[in-house]
């Protein structure tokens, strides 16, 4: 239906229909907020176990996505008091499992790479988007502002790079990896997200102004590596984007590999905070 319009109302028309439901959804309740995630980390590792294949590896599509949503979901019912920590010491002999699924395939010839591409979808994927639950309890019991929060900063930042660049990009950021890239457009991300982050620090007092602010050049920065290092991973295999789920944004990769970085660097930020608080 989206398919008669240009790239840029798709995005549009997509993005918002897309941020109303995530935020619906996590607004509405935790669990909310746990299936929408589980969702998109099941979508995101078979978008990656998709590319890799096109590059002629072997890793185990279904094996390791269902390894990825166990790291999530043990994850969120360690975050809240379901589980104990020690549940996620359970989940590394499921992993080890592999070992033992690619010694029968004897038609292989690079089983460990092929392991060593099930193994990264993991840490690549379903481990950042675990990280994420730690963020939403980061104070005790489940934050949907903090959540919601990070994701406004995320998207400020990639809505002001977007139109910075588009309309006054000249000097390229790392031309190598992402020609369109512009200096311009990280600088007019970086503003915006910082006067979110000011705005946010109004609603949600939980954290204060300078931590915000901490947060957005956290997410302005790392977001922005996050976007170049799966432009590499694109690039390695020739491919534009991630899949066509999302009509002009590409896939779930495409949306959401900014928050792939920035999720470990946030958790580490409000851990330091908290310890020396």
């Known amino acids: 239906m989206l398919a008669r319009f240009n790239n840029l109302t798709q995005r549009v028309i997509t993005g918002l229909l897309g941020i109303a439901i995530m935020i619906g959804l996590i607004i509405w309740s935790e669990w909310g907020y746990f299936g929408i995630f589980l969702f998109i980390t099941v979508f995101a590792q078979q978008e990656f176990y998709k590319l890799v294949k096109l590059d002629?590896?072997?890793?185990l599509k279904t094996y390791g996505t269902i390894c990825g949503a166990l790291l999530y979901m043990t994850t969120f019912f360690i975050q809240k008091g379901i589980l104990p920590s020690d549940s996620l010491f359970l989940l590394v002999p499921i992993m080890f499992i592999s070992f033992l699924v690619k010694l029968y395939?004897?038609?292989?010839?690079?089983?460990?790479?092929?392991?060593a591409f099930t193994f990264m979808g993991i840490i690549y994927i379903a481990l950042p988007f675990s990280l994420l639950n730690v963020i939403a309890y980061s104070f005790g019991h489940y934050n949907w502002m903090l959540v919601t929060g990070i994701l406004v900063l995320l998207w400020a930042s990639d809505t002001g790079a977007y139109f910075a660049g588009v309309n006054f990009g000249r000097t390229?950021?790392?031309?190598?990896?992402?020609?369109?890239?512009?200096?311009?457009?990280?600088?007019?991300?970086?503003?915006?997200?910082?006067?979110?982050?000011?705005?946010?620090?109004?609603c949600i007092t939980e954290i204060l102004p300078w931590q915000w602010l901490c947060m957005s050049a956290i997410i302005v920065i790392t977001g922005t590596y996050g976007d170049l290092i799966e432009s590499l991973f694109k690039r390695s295999i020739s491919i534009k984007d991630s899949a066509n789920s999302l009509p002009g944004h590409g896939g779930f990769l495409d949306r959401f590999d900014g928050l792939l970085l920035a999720a470990p660097f946030i958790v580490a930020f409000l851990k330091v905070v908290k310890y020396f608080s």
């Open 56 to 59: 002629d590896q072997i890793p």
């Open 105 to 115: 395939k004897k038609e292989e010839k690079k089983p460990f790479t092929n392991i």
């Open 172 to 202: 390229k950021l790392f031309e190598r990896v992402s020609p369109k890239k512009s200096w311009e457009g990280f600088i007019g991300g970086a503003c915006l997200s910082m006067i979110v982050a000011y705005c946010l620090s109004f």
